[in-house]
T-cell receptor
Framework: AQKVTQAQTEISVVEKEDVTLDCVYE???????LFWYKQPPSGELVFLIR??????QNEISGRYSWNFQKSTSSFNFTITASQVVDSAVYFC???????????FGKGITLSVRP | DTAVSQTPKYLVTQMGNDKSIKCEQN?????MYWYKQDSKKFLKIMFS???????INETVPNRFSPKSPDKAHLNLHINSLELGDSAVYFC????????????FGPGTRLTVL
């Protein structure tokens, strides 16, 4: 069985603050992939990143960074210097096992106030 | 140049009706999916097809029937619509059934009155 927990449900920050979105996953598979998706108010789902279980290097893309720690089964997402356009629901997801389904967390609603 | 497209974007209908949602991807992907997103934003997979073959069939009422005429298309037909079917339905595709990221369509907001 696989599970993704996003314990934070709603986060509100003021523009330019840094914010970290937490994601904890559970799986017994040794091969798995983790994903983050963004769903802005317009409703579409936008792929942000994919990370495999064998690569624990952190990833940085502009103001976005991801911290993958197998020891704590976490794949956290940090937005630096947040902007109003970052306001969205962010989903963490897990695929463990080649023929398994993609399991999503419940999502975190991020509101960035001007 | 839309990668994954769905029609219609909005669908409002009466209880008991039958409706279809169409999905097409032009990415050359082998695998396609249908997801349901409820009012609390929870995303759950319904079906997945790989090269026109059904590979994932979650616990979904048999009023829902997917059809994949070719690997670029995956349609969803819903019979005898119920109030609880109101949701946003997303189509998605991925290069294959393994670990590649999925790309989502814009969603179809279904409202059953």
């Amino acid at each position: 069985a696989q599970k993704v927990t996003q314990a934070q449900t709603e986060i509100s920050v003021v523009e330019k603050e840094d914010v970290t979105l937490d994601c904890v996953y559970e799986t017994r598979d040794t091969t798995y992939y983790l994903f983050w998706y963004k769903q802005p108010p317009s409703g579409e789902l936008v792929f942000l990143i994919r990370r495999n279980s064998f690569d624990e290097q952190n990833e940085i893309s502009g103001r976005y960074s991801w911290n993958f720690q197998k020891s704590t089964s976490s794949f956290n997402f940090t937005i630096t210097a947040s902007q109003v356009v970052d306001s969205a629901v962010y989903f963490c997801a897990l695929k463990a096992g080649a023929n398994s389904k993609l399991t999503f967390g419940k999502g975190i609603t991020l509101s960035v106030r001007p | 140049d839309t990668a994954v497209s769905q029609t219609p974007k909005y669908l409002v209908t009466q209880m008991g009706n039958d409706k279809s949602i169409k999905c097409e991807q032009n990415l050359g992907h082998d695998t396609m999916y249908w997801y349901k997103q409820d009012s609390k934003k929870f995303l759950k997979i319904m079906f997945s097809y790989n090269n026109k073959e059904l590979i994932i069939n979650e616990t979904v009422p048999n009023r829902f029937s997917p059809k994949s005429p070719d690997k670029a298309h995956l349609n969803l037909h819903i019979n005898s619509l119920e109030l609880g079917d109101s949701a946003v339905y997303f189509c998605a595709s991925s290069r294959d059934r393994l670990y590649n990221e999925q790309f989502f369509g814009p969603g179809t907001r279904l409202t059953v009155l």
